[in-house]
Nanobody, 121 residues
Framework: LQLEESGGGSVQPGGSLRLACTGS????????IGWFREAPGRGRELVSC??????YYSDSQNSRFTTSEYKAWNVVYLQIHSLNVDDTGVYFC?????????????????WGKGTLVTVSS
């Protein structure tokens, strides 16, 4: 499995972005897909986990993040609403074989290279 993120860029506070995680080689349906964010001084944190059509969010992100999939394209999306400067960072998607809310930074099997999101006015 290979993963590639896309959709990052520069956006003003209050805006929205939709990031895409595209899988190649294997269907993403066999994996739980995690979205992680890495920001300066804050380490890598889990934003959401998506498995079998069900999204799981860390409590602090629940209201502004939407995770979805488009199976025909083997893509999992992360849409971020009401962006603020604290959302700036590199966003990675990662896959762990299995299902359920099993996304853990140390346990993922495959990682993409990340896409940069910059929120500034």
């Amino acid at each position: 499995l290979q993963l590639e993120e896309s959709g990052g860029g520069s956006v003003q506070p209050g805006g929205s972005l939709r990031l895409a995680c595209t899988g190649s080689g294997v269907s993403l349906e066999y994996y739980a897909i995690g979205w992680f964010r890495e920001a300066p001084g804050r380490g890598r944190e889990l934003v959401s986990c998506f498995s079998d059509g069900t999204p799981y969010y860390s409590d602090s992100q629940n209201s502004r993040f939407t995770t979805s999939e488009y199976k025909a394209w083997n893509v999992v999306y992360l849409q971020i609403h009401s962006l603020n400067v604290d959302d700036t960072g590199v966003y990675f998607c990662a896959a762990r074989a299995g299902s359920g809310n099993i996304c853990r930074g140390s346990a993922m099997d495959y990682w993409g290279k990340g896409t940069l999101v910059t929120v500034s006015s």
